[in-house]
């Protein structure tokens, strides 16, 4: 009967950008089976290690988890006892272990309480469709305690709370007030004579009865707090509910930005995966070296008992991309830094500048603090100034004056940039003497073919002396564009 | 083995291992459920002395792989030992001339030979390497990979068989199959991301650094010498640098290997000098000494300005993009060099 909430559960951490394959969530249930799921922190522990696989998604796990496995305690008529515990449990008066609701799960809900309370009937979030009752009933399991879950109890209870005659069908709850519409009473009697019939321990069945007792008088009361949890559940991903810190970050990935990127990445390491793995010092593998075969093994008589493999070494690729990081391409530059950096493993040395008018290196930077970091600082005007108008000509003419060691045989050198150089000589010998240095030059830009020859741009003079010129306007376009330079710069590999 | 979660908690103390609930409770299932642990964590938080303890504790057999670059399944899995088969072809040769000298002609002499080519691929002439070793062991052992992502990605795929089916497919002779599924503990530093695939297939557990009591308790069992008041001193001050921004930060083994430094000095408590004079073992680069000494005072002082994040206090997505930041700083200064 655990299956249900926890394939929920799944569902629920899917919406919420962690991937979870059924295999896994076969693990878990299995896992669950074998650790028991009287203590919620082992629950907790086995659901995260079958579950979750990656570092990063472990705190929004706990989040749901902890939203997800909780109930918000009873209001202010409780006994003391339980409000001391923080007690969360459903039926608090039981076998005294409460479950206590872990802090963060109640501060979040704790504004949506208020919401509430000064509009108590209203639906809570447009998007809140109701309270699923169904799962009001697995929840109760799970929080059931050991000692009460033997044999037949908890299927019976599950069931019962399900298809009793005074629950309304398909869990969909009506917007009045709840506990007066649902014929609770009887629900227990039934529940209680459908226990009795399956001849369940007696004390146990007392201590369902006193536990109902306690339970039912607050019902209604935690229905709205279940039904209000619920919609937390489903409003979590409401921009409005982050946390304050993320407006500062305008730059930074979203999570479909990041998944998307992801995705890109991990495309192109597959596709890599060939290149990358080459040998550089042990020549296990390759073709036989005759003569330093025969040489090595003289004092086997000729016979060749080591034979000597030997490969030829090949080159990682370098990488120089130079941004532009005025307002117009600002997005376009972050993607590309970041496609840059993640693929950096595939490149001996990926070299990074930006520019506006001055120009100015950030590899040393990112390496000392972080990418995400780094891309803020630049676009806060920390690094270089990023208020002037763009000056292409000036920035090139720094880059060959300071940083022309950047540019070499092996290095591909990408440029990205609207190439509006606001009527600044545009010192195309610099971009032509590049290419002459470089293995290839790219130039990225966000403005279609089209729009070239309006206003004072640039991109006409810049585009026959590169290699290759591609317009990107957004991630897909861009992993394109990876996918391609990638692949070009491999292409001697095999 | 063990029955229990609690029991797992105190076998692997009784191995001098401190860990928590959640630690054994993956444990605990690994074993129960014959499926591989990844373990990711920063560098020296214990990630290999736990496979290590559990060996112990179970009183198995620990195999270990160490992944490197460039590593490969002939030094993972098996490798056909071609000296080995020289030699006795070299010594066996009189042997078959005569065997040969019988045969009529070319054609029933290679279909002679196709009939003995097995002799020459049996496990005999085969090496077998740690991954083997663990598949073909009669007794259980726990077989540990570690730092797997040092190796190359498709390294990872040659392992899909080993941690799902526990066999190992060798074409010249067959499938061998564990007769009993050891306990594969994978770690990981977290320097690349690995493959789902890989993922799908273990029990993820996450590492990170303890909290301050499970330290001291760590303290307490591995330098019993150093006194209480110091090593109370000793872990609020790594806490505090911790928080700090810096490039590779003290790990537990760093703790430790500082508490019995201390314990060697005779220290009585934990003055300025005695700090910036030890400072080199708990920081591994220039630039981390450096900045950490100049706020060594405000660091001593305790209250180290209530509005900085401490590590304590930051969630643990932070605390896993901190660490993540100073490997990936880390790892790429490794590369230029």
Not at chain 1, 164 to 181: C, F, H, R, Y
Not at chain 1, 392 to 418: N, V, W
Not at chain 2, 32 to 37: D, E, F, I, L, S
Request: net charge neutral; aromatic share 6%; hydrophobic share 40%.
């Amino acid at each position: 009967m655990m299956d249900v909430p926890i394939t929920r559960f799944v569902a629920l951490l899917k919406r919420h950008g962690i991937a979870v394959s059924p295999a896994e969530a076969i693990d878990a249930l299995q896992g669950l089976a074998l650790a028991g799921i009287d203590d919620r922190e082992t629950v907790r522990v086995v659901l995260r290690s079958t579950l979750v696989k990656q570092c990063q998604a472990i705190a929004e796990f706990d989040r749901l988890f902890d939203l997800y496995f909780s109930l918000p305690a009873p209001a202010e008529d409780g006994s003391p006892e339980e409000r001391s515990g923080a007690g969360s449990t459903l039926l608090p008066d039981a076998g005294g272990a409460t479950v206590p609701t872990p802090e963060g799960a109640r501060a979040e809900l704790a504004p949506v309480e208020m919401e509430t309370d000064r509009t108590t009937r209203a639906p809570v979030t447009p998007e809140y469709k109701g309270v699923d009752l169904s799962l009001f009933g697995q929840h109760l399991l799970l929080q059931q305690r050991k000692d009460a879950g033997q044999n037949g109890y908890k299927p019976t209870f599950h069931v019962n709370a399900r298809h009793n005659p005074g629950m309304p069908a398909g869990g969909e709850l009506s917007t009045g007030d709840p506990g007066e519409e649902i014929d609770l009473g009887g629900a227990v009697e039934a529940l209680l004579a459908d226990l009795r019939a399956l001849e369940v321990d007696e004390a146990l069945l007392e201590q369902l009865e006193a536990r109902l007792a306690g339970g039912l008088t607050r019902l209604p009361e935690l229905l709205r707090r279940y039904r209000v949890r619920d919609a937390a559940l489903h409003r979590a991903r409401d921009p409005a509910a982050a946390p304050p810190r993320a407006t500062r970050r305008t730059y930074r990935f979203n999570d479909h930005e990041r998944r998307q990127m992801d995705e890109i990445i991990r495309r192109l390491g597959r596709q890599m995966r060939g290149a990358l793995s080459y040998r550089k010092t042990a020549n296990r593998r390759g073709r036989i070296n005759v003569s330093r075969t025969i040489r090595g093994n003289l004092k086997y008589d000729g016979v060749p008992f080591f034979p000597v493999l030997s490969n030829q070494r090949e080159e990682r690729p370098r990488l120089t991309v130079i941004c532009d990081v005025s307002l117009s391409v600002r997005t376009t530059a972050r993607f590309m830094l970041h496609l840059v950096y993640s693929l950096q493993s595939l490149f001996s040395r990926v070299r990074s500048f930006v520019f506006v008018s001055d120009l100015a290196e950030i590899s040393a930077e990112i390496e000392r603090s972080s990418l995400e970091e780094t891309i803020d600082r630049v676009f806060s005007g920390e690094i270089i100034n990023t208020e002037e108008n763009s000056n292409y000509g000036r920035a090139l003419e720094i880059f060959y004056e300071r940083y022309r060691s950047a540019a070499t045989s092996r290095t591909t050198l990408i440029i990205l940039g609207d190439g509006r150089g606001n009527r600044n000589p545009p010192n195309a010998w610099i971009l032509e003497e590049l290419r002459r240095r470089c293995k290839q030059v790219i130039w990225l830009t966000p403005e279609s073919r089209g729009s070239w020859h309006i206003g004072a741009s640039d991109m006409p003079t810049y585009a026959p002396i590169c290699h290759k010129v591609e317009v990107v306007r957004n991630l897909d376009q861009l992993g394109r564009v990876a996918e391609s330079l990638v692949r070009s710069s491999f292409a001697n590999r095999r | 083995m063990f029955e229990t979660i609690d029991q797992v908690v105190t076998l692997l103390r009784q191995q001098r291992y401190i860990c928590d609930r959640k630690l054994a409770t993956v444990i605990f299932l690994a074993l129960k459920m014959n499926k591989p642990v990844l373990i990711e964590g920063p560098a020296g938080v214990g990630k290999t002395e736990l496979a290590k303890t559990v060996a112990r504790a179970l009183n198995r057999r620990l195999i270990r792989l160490q992944c490197y670059e460039g590593l490969d399944e002939a030094r993972a899995l098996y490798e056909w030992e071609y000296g080995k088969q020289l030699l006795y072809t070299q010594i066996l040769r009189e042997k078959i001339g005569s065997l040969f000298a019988e045969m009529e002609d070319l054609r029933a002499a290679v279909e002679y030979l196709r009939q003995h080519e097995d002799v020459f691929f049996s496990e005999h002439f085969m090496v077998r390497r740690p991954i083997l070793q663990a598949i073909a062991s009669p007794e259980p052992v726990v077989l540990l990979i570690d730092e797997i992502d040092r190796a190359e990605e498709q390294f990872e795929a040659f392992l899909l068989e080993v941690l799902s089916d526990f066999q190992v497919t060798v074409p010249e002779i067959g499938t061998i199959v564990a007769r009993h599924p050891p306990l594969v503990c994978i770690t990981g530093n977290n320097t690349r991301e690995l493959s789902d695939a890989l993922k799908r297939r273990c029990l993820h557990l996450a590492i990170g650094y303890p909290d301050e009591e499970r330290e001291l308790e760590i303290i307490r069992l591995k330098v019993p010498e150093l006194r209480e008041s110091l090593a109370r001193q000793v872990v609020s001050l790594i806490r505090r640098i911790r928080a700090m921004d810096l490039r590779k930060a003290p790990s537990i083994s760093e703790t430790l290997d500082w508490a019995q430094a201390l314990v060697l000095l005779n220290a009585e408590q934990l003055s300025r000098e005695l700090v910036e004079e030890t400072l080199q073992l708990i920081l591994k680069y220039d630039r981390d000494v450096q900045q950490v000494s100049a706020q060594l005072p405000v660091l001593l002082d305790g209250a180290p300005g209530a509005a900085r994040p401490t590590f304590d206090n930051m969630d643990l997505r932070e605390q896993q993009e901190r660490y993540r930041i100073n490997e990936r700083a880390y790892f790429s200064s490794r590369r230029e060099e």
